[in-house]
């Protein structure tokens, strides 16, 4: 089982940036289909972004679109969101995720995902 540690979350006010990161444990990193989600309080989880095995591929949530940017380097088994422009919307803790299969596309469905780090919290002051 993969071990996904998220970091880089914080206090930040609005207009302003921050970069999470996502370090994956084992050897068959550069396999795997990434994303990124978010939950905000009281509210369901919901997808952010996500990357394909090769990084050909990204897909992003029309919310965050233009302003937010998934990356990831496979030599270092790390996943990035560059999140830039946040406002207070963006609150939310947010997660990164493995597709459950090697090999596969990006998917918006958090059942399409079967391992999960531990979430970092981004709160967004206004």
């Known amino acids: 089982q993969v071990q996904l540690v998220e970091s880089g979350g914080g206090l930040v006010q609005a207009g302003g940036s921050l970069r999470l990161s996502c370090a994956a444990s084992?050897?068959?990193?550069?396999?795997?289909?990434m994303g990124w989600f978010r939950q905000p309080p009281g509210k369901e989880r919901e997808f952010v972004a996500g990357?394909?095995?090769?990084?050909?591929?990204?897909n992003y949530a029309d919310s965050v679109k233009g302003r937010f940017t998934i990356s990831r380097d496979n030599a270092k088994n790390t996943v990035y969101l560059q999140m830039n422009s946040l406002n207070p919307e963006d609150t939310a803790a947010y997660y990164c995720a493995r597709r459950r299969a090697v090999f596969t596309g990006i998917s918006d469905d958090p059942r399409g995902y079967d391992d999960w780090g531990q979430g970092t919290q981004v709160t967004v002051s206004s």
């Open positions: 990357i394909s095995w090769s990084a050909r591929s990204t």
């Open positions: 084992g050897r068959t990193f550069s396999s795997y289909t």
